[in-house]
């Protein structure tokens, strides 16, 4: 079952147990779903990768909301947020450890024959599409970064 089936039938799901947070925040992911399908050159389709950068998109920006709701305190539309972020992020695979992330990146490194700082675009390339919806691209940069310098 592809990532769009599955999220319509967590839909009828999260309506007949009434739970609204699941059921809004399942809706926005269909949405997006929908756009991203029919954007121009979508071809009417969505790729599983497209969908789950759709998904690191959408946590992303809960995640972002939820902050700036706290620090205007608002916590109930934080806790609203956080709680949809939730809801989002068990269709994104497992985020990597830190030191599973370096694990990776190291390999990645080798298999690029990667040597130095000059060679950052070559391996951010690489890594931003085998690691894409796994760790943060932040992290992904600063790390590859250290392990260049080296």
Same mark, same amino acid.
């Given at each position: 079952?592809?990532?769009?089936?599955?999220?319509?039938?967590?839909?009828?799901?999260?309506?007949?147990?009434?739970?609204?947070?699941?059921?809004?925040?399942?809706?926005?992911?269909?949405?997006?779903?929908?756009?991203?399908?029919?954007?121009?050159?979508?071809?009417?389709?969505?790729?599983?990768?497209? +969908?789950?950068?759709?998904?690191?998109?959408?946590?992303?920006?809960?995640?972002?909301?939820?902050?700036?709701?706290?620090?205007?305190?608002?916590?109930?539309?934080? +806790?609203?947020?956080?709680?949809?972020?939730?809801?989002?992020?068990?269709?994104?695979?497992?985020?990597?450890?830190?030191?599973?992330?370096? &694990?990776?990146?190291?390999?990645?490194?080798?298999?690029?024959?990667?040597?130095?700082?000059?060679?950052?675009?070559?391996?951010?390339?690489?890594? &931003?599409?085998?690691?894409?919806?796994?760790?943060?691209?932040?992290?992904?940069?600063?790390?590859?970064?250290?392990?260049?310098?080296?």
């Amino acid at each position: 079952m592809d990532l769009y089936a599955q999220i319509e039938a967590d839909i009828k799901a999260a309506m007949l147990a009434r739970d609204h947070i699941r059921l809004q925040a399942l809706r926005g992911i269909k949405k997006e779903f929908i756009e991203g399908k029919t954007a121009p050159g979508a071809n009417g389709e969505l790729s599983d990768e497209a +969908a789950m950068k759709i998904l690191v998109k959408m946590a992303k920006q809960r995640r972002e909301s939820a902050r700036i709701y706290s620090e205007q305190n608002r916590p109930e539309l934080a +806790a609203e947020e956080l709680a949809e972020c939730e809801v989002i992020e068990q269709y994104l695979p497992k985020a990597l450890s830190e030191d599973e992330l370096r &694990t990776e990146l190291e390999r990645i490194i080798a298999a690029t024959g990667a040597s130095g700082p000059g060679d950052m675009g070559r391996v951010m390339g690489v890594a &931003t599409k085998e690691l894409a919806g796994r760790a943060d691209g932040k992290a992904i940069s600063t790390m590859v970064r250290a392990l260049l310098a080296k």
